[in-house]
């Protein structure tokens, strides 16, 4: 059964740091693209960071220089290393994986950020 599930969300204040993690099973992880994306009322759901199974890297612009993607492939997770939060980092982070024409997402971990 294949499962993405995410953990590490909370609340921080502004310019504060959280690491989020996202654990898979059930499927051949490192053959996987894997993204972290984020979902608030005000957006839709957006690419935040990207990573291949080859360690190709790619952020957002809000993300870029202050976000880190990580991935271990032996260990089947992956970790999104956020710092200099600010509000309008808030929503719901979802891990997701994709090969070819199968996609998994993780039920999300809410990150507020907040004074």
């Known amino acids: 059964q294949v499962r993405l599930v995410e953990s590490g969300g909370g609340l921080v204040q502004p310019g504060g740091s959280l690491t989020l993690s996202c654990e898979a099973s059930?499927?051949?992880?490192?053959?996987?693209i894997m993204w972290w994306y984020r979902e608030s009322p005000e957006k839709n759901r957006e690419i935040v960071a990207?990573?291949?199974?080859?360690?190709?890297?790619r952020y957002s612009d809000s993300a870029n220089g202050r976000f880190l993607i990580s991935r271990d492939m032996d260990k089947s997770t992956m970790k999104l290393y956020m710092s200099a939060l600010t509000p309008d980092d808030t929503g719901v982070y979802y891990c997701?994986?994709?090969?070819?024409?199968?996609?998994?997402w993780g039920p999300g971990t809410q990150v507020t950020v907040s004074s």
């Open positions: 997701k994986g994709a090969i070819d024409m199968e996609a998994y």
């Open positions: 059930g499927f051949k992880f490192g053959h996987y």
């Open positions: 990207e990573m291949t199974s080859l360690g190709s890297i």
